[in-house]
């Protein structure tokens, strides 16, 4: 078969006075290109609004873009192997695709100057901290980490928490969040609350009673 394949090649061709093999070397031979270095993958497209977080979901796993996007649409494009996200026709990220579930991928860059500050802490850092300034600090340092879904989207809150040491003290900080784990009050605004409010100054049984009776208290029960 192979002897005939080449004698057909090579015999000459009425109509163009050239054989098969020359006109190939002729004409195909310099149009032809290399072939793509990686297999060819089947695309996908989808639309999708970006979250408040700046992440937008793509089977059940999440990824960033520029969170100057939070709210709009944008158009994904994904593979097996990639996920590129555009914006009135311009890319705008790009990511590996991940196929763990109810996980984030993120990059820095597409974060708010806030939120990169965040990335450089760990909950160990995190707790360190909390640790030197007292048992109470953190107690509920811990209690914000394990109340969230994923431990890092706690990081921020911790911060701004901690961070009030530097305005009201070590002391009256530990007293607040004293306070503020017997009410099951598990977030910075409602330590700030009660700085604010000088409760953690409180001592006296009778007001402490006063404080958890008031009808705007939703007590510990609710938070549960």
Avoid at 9 to 37: H, I, S
Avoid at 122 to 151: D, F, N, Y
Avoid at 173 to 198: D, P
Wanted: proline share 4%.
């Amino acid at each position: 078969m192979g002897e005939k394949l080449d004698a057909l090649n090579d015999r000459t061709m009425k109509e163009y006075g050239k054989t098969r093999r020359e006109l190939f070397e002729l004409w195909d031979r310099p149009a032809l290109r290399p072939l793509p270095q990686s297999d060819y993958e089947i695309a996908f497209w989808k639309k999708a609004t970006v979250n408040l977080d700046y992440h937008i979901e793509i089977e059940k796993h999440y990824y960033s873009v520029p969170y100057t996007l939070a709210s709009k649409t944008v158009e994904v494009r994904y593979t097996a192997s990639t996920i590129e996200v555009f914006h009135q026709n311009m890319r705008v990220a790009s990511h590996l695709r991940s196929h763990a579930q109810y996980k984030h991928t993120t990059r820095d860059e597409h974060m708010p100057r806030a939120h990169q500050e965040v990335q450089t802490w760990s909950a160990g850092r995190i707790t360190a901290w909390a640790g030197k300034i007292g048992p109470e600090t953190l107690a509920l340092v811990m209690a914000i980490i394990e109340s969230r879904q994923h431990p890092e989207q706690g990081y921020r809150s911790c911060l701004g928490l901690l961070r009030l040491e530097k305005t009201y003290g070590a002391t009256r900080l530990e007293r607040a969040c004293a306070r503020a784990l017997r009410f099951g009050m598990k977030t910075r605004r409602h330590v700030l609350t009660i700085l604010e409010n000088k409760q953690d100054l409180i001592d006296s049984p009778d007001e402490e009673q006063a404080f958890a009776d008031h009808p705007n208290i939703r007590g510990a029960s609710f938070y549960q």
